[in-house]
Structures are given as structure tokens and as C-alpha cells.
């Protein structure tokens, strides 16, 4: 079983900050992945990772930017939140042959 | 465009007996199926997964089967236990970028004691 954390659980901020989710994986998995998701719906991939300095974006087009400096970690960042931004987000890792995902537990975001 | 779909957003079951969630899909290139179950509060955790090869997979109390011609597949649960009570998330893997995971919407099952 993969370990996989997120900080923060979660976070209230306002407009026009500027924000980053942490994500890291201590199982030495290559890929990871941020997933956006709101209530009811399904999740949609807004980046990925194969490894260290490899990122793409993901089905839905996201204003977010991610970095893979380091493979354990796995932030994403938003320069300047805005009320769209608002929704839950779910990092989750898989090694070079599993299919598998592994997920992390997920940042409740919300921009007032 | 959504490849993976889970009609019905919820469903509620008496403890002992099947339940039975559903996921339909579209692209006749997905090659392995998943399922997650989600607590609130928390992510997604991994249930059980079927290849394309096989048409049923079985794990403890945990049964998904995989219709291909119908591009269906289902998870049974039987006997139902209060503590199933989650989201249950359907996905699949496959197609032109095989490691590209679509997820339905999740169905909401409730087991009643």
C-alpha cells in the first residue's frame, strides 16, 4: 500500500493569492497525478508526471502549474486564486508497472 | 467528453443481501477497469481491477465482472455490510495514451442495518 500525503487538508483563502498544494509519496513511485474533482462528479486529470522534470497537462485545462524536482514530491501551485479555483483536489501516485493509482487523502480548496 | 459513466448517483441496500453498482463506457480502447470506494474526508482507496482478458474477478466478498460487447462492467458485493457505506468511484485505463485514467461519477451506497 502506497503513503501518500496532502497538505493542507484543507484551506479558505481569498482572491488574487497565491497557493500551493503539497503532495508527497514515499513508496519511490515514477508517476503521479493531480486530479480536480467538485461534489458528484467525476475526476478529471489536470496534470501529470512521469518523473523528475517531466510534467503535462492533463484532460482538463487547468490554470495550475505543477513542478517534479524531486520524486517524492509533487506540488501544484496557483499563482492567483479566484472562486473557480474552488473544489477538492486529489494527488495520487503509481510506479512504472502497476496500474494502479494510489491516492493521497485531498486538499478541500476554497476561494472566497 | 465523458468516457466512463456511473448512471446511477446512488443506491441503498439492506445489510446481507447484493449490491450491485454499475459503470458503462465508450472507448473500446480501455483495457483495464478499476474500482475505488471513497470515504468522506478522504481519497479514493483501490477496491479491485479486471483486464480486458478476463470477463470476471473475484476478491473476498468483492465481484466485478466486464460485459465487453455491452462495454459494461459491475461490481457486486455480497453480503453487504454497513461499513461499505462510500462513494464508489469506476475507472478506466487505456486508449491512446495508455496511461490516461478516466473516472465515472461515483455511485453513493448506502447499507442499512
Known amino acids: 500500500e502506497a503513503d501518500i500525503y496532502q497538505t493542507p487538508r484543507y484551506l479558505v483563502i481569498g482572491t488574487g493569492k497565491k497557493i500551493t498544494l503539497e503532495c508527497s509519496q514515499t513508496?519511490?513511485?515514477?508517476?503521479m497525478y493531480w486530479y480536480q474533482q467538485d461534489p458528484g462528479m467525476e475526476l478529471h486529470l489536470i496534470h501529470y508526471?512521469?518523473?523528475?522534470?517531466?510534467?503535462e497537462k492533463g484532460d482538463l485545462s487547468s490554470e495550475s502549474t505543477v513542478s517534479r524536482i524531486r520524486t517524492e514530491h509533487f506540488p501544484l501551485t496557483l499563482e492567483s486564486a479566484r472562486p473557480s479555483h474552488t473544489s477538492q483536489y486529489l494527488c495520487a501516485s503509481s510506479d512504472g508497472t502497476a496500474d494502479t493509482q494510489y491516492f493521497g487523502p485531498g486538499t478541500r480548496l476554497t476561494v472566497l | 467528453d465523458q468516457q466512463v459513466k456511473q448512471n446511477s448517483p446512488s443506491l441503498s441496500v439492506q445489510e446481507g443481501r447484493i449490491s450491485i453498482l454499475n459503470c458503462d463506457y465508450t472507448?473500446?480502447?480501455?483495457?483495464?477497469f478499476l474500482w475505488y470506494k471513497k470515504y468522506p474526508a478522504e481519497g479514493p482507496t483501490f477496491l479491485i481491477s479486471i483486464s480486458s482478458i478476463k470477463d470476471k474477478n473475484e476478491d473476498g466478498r468483492f465481484t466485478v465482472f466486464l460485459n465487453k460487447s455491452a462495454k459494461h462492467l459491475s461490481l457486486h458485493i455480497v453480503p453487504s455490510q454497513p461499513g461499505d457505506s462510500a462513494v464508489y468511484f469506476c475507472?478506466?485505463?487505456?486508449?491512446?495514451?495508455?496511461?490516461?485514467?478516466?473516472f465515472g461519477a461515483g455511485t453513493r451506497l448506502t447499507v442499512k442495518p
Open positions: 508526471s512521469y518523473g523528475v522534470n517531466s510534467t
Open positions: 475507472a478506466a485505463r487505456g486508449g491512446y495514451n495508455n496511461n490516461d485514467m478516466r
Open positions: 513508496m519511490g513511485h515514477d508517476k
Open positions: 472507448n473500446s480502447m480501455f483495457d483495464y
